[in-house]
């Protein structure tokens, strides 16, 4: 059997649950990631048979000007992730942070790091990239 792996807002309006995840999980340290999230860097990773639990009408998109959609909890503001333009839920990226439980994922990256907060270093233990993956 399967394990399935929740997550929720900070208000815990929504919720939603996953039953695996893509073996790439970066750190993005590009401006936008950094200002979506409130921290150095965003961490996210595409899940495997994502759905919502509850809360689905709280969602909020955030359309950037490059065409990636950040969505979050219209309630208390959460980041809940990441998509491309035109994407749907199925190729969601999700901020690791939203995960009430441990889940297996390793970062393997840093990416955009040509854009870091000049407050933090990443830690060199997985690759950096100045831009995207390669």
């Given at each position: ?35 979506f ?21 709280l ?18 503001g959460?980041?809940?992730?990441f ?5 749907g ?29 000049c ?6 233990q997985v ?6 993956r390669?």
């Open positions: 059997m399967a394990s399935i792996y929740r997550g929720s807002c900070l208000c815990g309006q929504v919720s939603f649950e996953a039953s695996g995840f893509s073996d790439k999980a970066a750190a993005c340290h590009c401006t936008m990631c950094r200002k999230h409130g921290a150095a860097f965003g961490t996210l990773v595409e899940a495997m048979q994502f759905k919502w639990v509850s809360g689905e009408g969602l909020q998109d955030y359309k950037a000007d490059n065409g990636t959609v950040r969505t979050f909890c219209r309630n208390c959460s980041s809940l992730g998509r491309s333009e035109g994407a839920f199925d190729a969601f990226e999700v901020a690791i942070a939203c995960f009430d439980d441990d889940i297996p994922v390793k970062i393997d990256a840093h990416i955009y790091t040509a854009n870091k907060a407050w933090v270093e990443p830690d060199g690759p950096n990239h100045a831009e995207g390669p």
